[in-house]
């Protein structure tokens, strides 16, 4: 497949709400898309870092460097998924500037061939469960208002996320409110330490389905640690950058589940090695989410069919976090959302959106 030009565009998507992490507040996504075009057809990505490197090293900025200096370059001629993500391999870490790159190559290379991304990963549902992640509040009655209306739209999982100041008071106070049936879990983001294990304990008696990324994204060993100290199942998230890492980490006992955001591995084809590998020693999974425009989430969705996602992911429909998504909305049915089943993403953007949303465009000549 000759790859003819790259396309790297950036566009600004404002959030219907604020997000709050316990690493900051995010109001408006600024995002990088990747378009890869050869003479048979031509492939979308969306590259998930954040205008600050945060939630990990990458930023959009520099991963827009990155491609434009070194990854673009390193790609062969003539390339398919494979090929590309063979030439990105000797270029140190920046994964989610070769997940976007590596995706768009894919997309395209399904889209030539008609075969959707689903059906090229091994998927095996053709629709997904999906939860929502709730970001911290300012109060515990507005934390309880919002459960309740995204139950009302029918999310079947909640996520909430959690820091010091802000963690035993809201878990008890949903579970008290909506009962134990209710599928529940917290997320950290590396907010903690291991000297918190015995607070991190207290949150044993609500029966989450598991906290996740508790401890320093760099400390697996301490993870292990704590997963003897508490008896909520420790999901990682920030720790796993690839594979390998999946296998160390459930090697080393340090979580029995694994939050899967192709953009921070890599990519969907090392995603579907980290599944391979969770699966074959029975380790849950789930898909995660970076805020993603319906690019994004069109990929990610195909990823969550796979047989391994046994809980449900972040795939939350559009509007959970935009008024207007670029491609047509991903709407909720029944808790769940359908799988694309066109060629490659099987979505495409919608150009009057597009543009509207657009703030810069590059043209990159092979």
């Known amino acids: 497949m000759k790859i003819t030009g790259i396309e790297l565009r950036r566009i600004a998507m404002p959030l219907v709400a604020p997000f709050r992490t316990s690493f900051g507040t995010e109001t408006t996504r600024d995002v990088l898309l990747v378009r890869v075009v050869t003479p048979e057809a031509e492939g979308w990505a969306e590259c998930v870092a954040m205008s600050q490197p945060l939630y990990s090293p990458e930023y959009v900025d520099g991963a827009a460097e990155a ?3 070194f990854l673009i370059p390193a790609l062969p001629d003539q390339a398919d998924a494979q090929a590309a993500g063979r030439a990105l391999a000797p270029f140190k870490g920046h994964r989610m500037a070769k997940a976007a790159l590596e995706t768009a190559v894919l997309d395209a290379q399904l889209r030539g061939r008609r075969e959707s991304l689903a059906a090229y990963l091994g998927a095996v549902a053709d629709r997904v469960p999906c939860g929502v992640s709730i970001g911290i509040m300012g109060s515990i009655p507005e934390l309880l208002d919002t459960v309740e209306g995204y139950l009302a739209q029918g999310y079947i999982r909640i996520k909430l996320k959690i820091q010091p100041g802000w963690d035993v008071a809201p878990v008890r106070a949903v579970r008290e409110r909506f009962g134990p049936e209710l599928p529940l879990q917290v997320d ?18 609500f029966d989450l389905l598991l ?16 997963a003897r100290r508490i008896t909520t199942p420790i ?3 920030e720790s796993i950058e690839s594979a390998e890492h999946a296998a160390a980490a459930i090697t080393l006992g ?15 084809l090392e995603a579907r090695r980290i599944h391979d590998v969770a699966r074959a020693h029975g380790v849950g999974l789930w898909c995660g ?4 425009t319906g690019i994004g989430r069109a990929a990610n969705v195909a990823l969550a069919a796979l047989p391994g996602f046994t809980l449900p992911g972040d795939t939350s429909a559009s509007r959970r976090y935009f008024a207007t998504d670029i491609t047509p909305p991903f709407e909720l049915n029944d808790g769940h959302l359908d799988v694309p089943t066109g060629p490659g993403i099987g979505v495409d953007p919608v150009p009057d959106i597009l543009d509207e949303v657009t703030t810069s465009a590059e043209w990159i000549t092979r």
């Open 67 to 69: 491609m434009r200096r």
């Open 188 to 205: 950290a983001n590396a907010a903690y330490t291991l000297a918190d294990a015995p607070h991190l304990a207290r949150l044993d008696a």
């Open 211 to 226: 906290i996740e990324q508790p401890l320093a994204d760099d400390d697996i060993v301490q993870h292990a640690a704590l």
């Open 235 to 237: 999901c990682l998230d």
């Open 254 to 268: 340090a979580c029995s589940i694994i939050n899967v955001k192709p953009g921070r591995v890599g990519g969907y």
């Open 289 to 292: 989410g970076m805020l993603e």
